[in-house]
């Protein structure tokens, strides 16, 4: 197709725009809509504390402005090893195994960068973070799907994994708990998915980015089960902290794995945000009160989401077992997920269509709900009113 210029019309596209076309269109749409209850956004909508917000204050008046190493400041990595050892009982080492990351996606991009290649399976969950497909498909990886199961509540069967994983396999993700389900995998069931994978040589990438939010037991980290030759664990203080704007995450794994990222990250971002850095360096070790008190608050507006929904004719919504959002199912009500959508931003709120995040979210929306409960209650309520009127 000509652009009426020769230099354009000597460049291959790297991206096929229709793929981010959903969700451009929807963002005009809420755009449009006055006085609007955005539940749609993924990231919490609570402050950050304070005393991290202090904290990367000084360090603005203390001249951390400048580039750090590329891999992040001693101190970072050393707060993050000492965070994992506190929160989830293992022990790393901070200056091999860790990678300071512009959030959570750039340490995904980095990962796929480094595993997938042209005809390389890479099997993802379904309903799933939609941004992994085009990752896969972009750098020449065959997409394969393991089905989340969904009897009463979403859950992450590990049997229907292990069914999936044979020798074509070459990356597996893994995102406990799941956006948008909130699904978890159970420790024995992740253990036995992690043994099967390093028999089949399969690398795992596990995205722990909502593990603070648990709701039912305690989160289950890759890294409990000494697989660190094939695994890489992604988290970010983005959703924990609700600082999504630092843009500021991290990776673990082997050490070499570790060196093959940041040599890559060297290229298209140097470092990470060194603000960030520092404050979460000096804040993280007294985070404990903050995380228990968003915790209680996002599980106080989950039981009154699911609880309201369900009393809605025709809308069906399990309670999530972690994360920040809800799942519900509206093919009772609306058949068509653009008209659910269309016309629940008519009653003034936005949710994201399910159909977004894989086959098996057809007919359901996901609705976030870490937020102020007084946010929850007036997007409930316009959601009953534009389902029932």
Same mark, same amino acid.
């Given at each position: 197709?000509?652009?009426?210029?020769?230099?354009?019309?000597?460049?291959?596209?790297?991206?096929?725009?229709?793929?981010?076309?959903?969700?451009?269109?929807?963002?005009?749409?809420? /755009?449009?809509?006055?006085?609007?209850?955005?539940?749609?956004?993924?990231?919490?909508?609570?402050?950050?504390?304070? /005393?991290?917000?202090?904290?990367?204050?000084?360090?603005?008046?203390?001249?951390?402005?400048?580039?750090?190493?590329?891999?992040?400041?001693? &101190?970072?990595?050393?707060?993050?090893? #000492?965070?994992?050892?506190?929160?989830?009982?293992?022990?790393? $080492?901070?200056?091999?195994?860790?990678?300071?990351?512009?959030?959570?996606?750039?340490?995904?991009?980095?990962?796929?960068?480094?595993?997938?290649?042209?005809?390389?399976?890479?099997?993802?969950?379904?309903?799933?973070?939609?941004?992994?497909?085009?990752?896969?498909?972009?750098?020449?990886?065959?997409?394969?799907?393991?089905?989340?199961?969904? #009897?009463?509540?979403?859950?992450?069967?590990?049997? %229907?994994?292990?069914?999936?994983?044979? #020798?074509?396999?070459?990356?597996?993700?893994?995102?406990? =708990?799941?956006?948008?389900?909130?699904?978890?995998?159970?420790?024995?069931?992740?253990?036995?998915?992690?043994?099967?994978?390093?028999?089949? &040589?399969?690398?795992?990438?596990? $995205?722990?980015?909502?593990?603070?939010?648990?709701?039912?037991?305690?989160?289950?980290?890759?890294?409990?089960?000494?697989?660190?030759?094939?695994?890489?664990?992604?988290?970010?203080?983005?959703?924990?902290?609700?600082?999504?704007?630092?843009?500021?995450?991290?990776?673990?794994?082997?050490?070499? %794995?570790?060196?093959?990222?940041?040599?890559?990250?060297?290229?298209?971002?140097? +470092?990470?945000?060194?603000?960030?850095?520092?404050?979460?360096?000096?804040?993280?070790?007294?985070?404990?009160?903050?995380? #228990?008190?968003?915790?209680?608050? +996002?599980?106080?507006?989950?039981?009154?989401?699911?609880?309201?929904?369900?009393?809605? =004719?025709?809308?069906? +919504?399990?309670?999530?077992?972690? &994360?920040?959002?809800?799942?519900?199912?509206?093919?009772?009500?609306?058949?068509?997920? $653009? $008209?659910?959508?269309?016309?629940?931003?008519?009653?003034?709120?936005?949710?994201?269509?399910?159909?977004?995040?894989?086959?098996?979210?057809?007919?359901?929306?996901?609705?976030?709900?870490?937020?102020? =409960?007084?946010?929850?209650?007036?997007?409930?309520?316009?959601?009953?009113?534009?389902?029932?009127?």
């Amino acid at each position: 197709m000509s652009h009426e210029s020769k230099a354009l019309d000597r460049v291959t596209p790297m991206a096929s725009e229709s793929q981010s076309s959903p969700i451009r269109q929807m963002m005009k749409r809420m /755009e449009e809509t006055p006085d609007l209850v955005n539940l749609s956004a993924g990231e919490v909508a609570f402050d950050p504390p304070a /005393e991290l917000v202090e904290a990367a204050i000084r360090a603005m008046q203390e001249g951390h402005n400048r580039y750090t190493s590329t891999h992040g400041i001693p &101190g970072i990595r050393k707060a993050v090893a #000492d965070f994992l050892e506190r929160e989830m009982g293992v022990t790393i $080492d901070p200056e091999e195994n860790v990678l300071m990351t512009v959030g959570g996606m750039e340490a995904i991009y980095l990962a796929f960068r480094l595993l997938v290649g042209t005809g390389d399976e890479v099997l993802l969950p379904d309903p799933g973070w939609g941004i992994l497909r085009p990752i896969t498909q972009r750098l020449g990886g065959v997409l394969r799907f393991y089905p989340l199961a969904k #009897d009463g509540a979403w859950t992450i069967d590990p049997e %229907v994994i292990l069914d999936r994983i044979h #020798d074509r396999t070459k990356l597996l993700v893994i995102n406990t =708990p799941s956006n948008p389900t909130g699904a978890v995998l159970s420790a024995e069931g992740y253990e036995a998915v992690l043994e099967k994978a390093r028999e089949y &040589g399969v690398f795992v990438l596990s $995205d722990e980015v909502y593990h603070n939010y648990v709701y039912q037991g305690r989160h289950t980290s890759a890294l409990q089960f000494d697989h660190l030759d094939h695994v890489i664990v992604i988290n970010s203080f983005s959703k924990t902290f609700a600082v999504t704007g630092w843009r500021l995450g991290y990776a673990v794994a082997h050490p070499w %794995v570790i060196r093959q990222m940041g040599v890559y990250k060297e290229t298209i971002s140097l +470092c990470s945000f060194s603000i960030g850095q520092w404050a979460l360096s000096a804040y993280l070790g007294a985070s404990r009160p903050y995380l #228990d008190r968003v915790r209680d608050l +996002c599980r106080g507006n989950m039981e009154r989401m699911v609880a309201r929904l369900n009393k809605i =004719p025709g809308v069906r +919504c399990p309670a999530p077992t972690g &994360g920040i959002y809800v799942m519900a199912d509206f093919s009772g009500i609306e058949p068509s997920e $653009d $008209d659910l959508f269309q016309r629940l931003l008519e009653g003034g709120v936005a949710v994201v269509p399910g159909g977004f995040f894989g086959s098996r979210g057809a007919g359901h929306a996901r609705i976030m709900f870490a937020t102020d =409960p007084a946010r929850i209650d007036r997007g409930l309520d316009r959601i009953e009113a534009a389902l029932t009127r």
